[in-house]
């Protein structure tokens, strides 16, 4: 379980077809094999460390569903170590389980912020409600606005300088994690309809 509060922002060093090497000094103070880290909001299991440097395994399905696949040496990433019974919970509950890609559609810089839209599955839509939250590539966020297949979200100046939202143009994909609770409540409704 994550927060989606980035840790950290981290560069990837090595890309096999199913492994990634990712530096970051922060994640890797403390980690073990066996651990859990967020790579832009993706749940992956420390499987080695070397200095600042961890080594994770990546599926093909994570690979097919999520924007890991893309991934370059040299790319930044989002870091997040698993929250523990004493951590602050800043963010929202985020499992690290990606539920679909969304596109950034639009972005206009304010005086201190930024407001982007993110084009996502219209199937992903009817989880999102204004003013709830939603990760994109494991960065907690309160929606602004919800359409079909888009929604906003303000970027403040700590995202904007701390995550890969800060540098993201629009065009590129992003991976989006929709609210656990909101698919619960929708599975136990659905269950009790005649």
């Not at 997040?80 to 509950?93: D, P, Q, S």
């Not at 992903?124 to 929604?151: C, I, P, Q």
Request: proline content about 4%; charged content about 20%.
């Amino acid at each position: 379980m994550f927060t989606g509060i980035v840790e950290e922002l981290g560069e990837v060093v090595a890309r096999a077809p199913d492994r990634l090497a990712v530096r970051g000094l922060r994640v890797t103070a403390d980690a073990n094999p066996g651990d859990s880290v967020a790579v832009n909001g993706v749940c992956l299991t420390v499987v080695g460390i070397d200095g600042g440097v961890f080594t994770v395994d990546v599926m093909p399905e994570t690979l097919a569903r999520t924007t890991l696949g893309g991934l370059q040496p040299g790319d930044p990433v989002n870091l997040e170590r698993a929250a523990t019974a004493t951590t602050r919970l800043g963010g929202h509950l985020v499992q690290g389980h990606v539920d679909g890609v969304g596109t950034i559609v639009a972005r206009t810089a304010g005086s201190r912020w930024h407001d982007v839209r993110v084009g996502l599955p219209r199937a992903l839509s009817r989880y999102l409600v204004e003013k709830g939250s939603v990760t994109v590539d494991g960065v907690s966020l309160t929606v602004v606005v919800v359409g079909d297949d888009w929604f906003d979200v303000a970027l403040v100046p700590t995202t904007l300088a701390l995550t890969t939202l800060g540098r993201n143009r629009v065009g590129d994909q992003v991976n989006l994690e929709v609210d656990v609770i909101a698919k619960y409540v929708e599975k136990l409704v659905t269950a009790v309809r005649p």
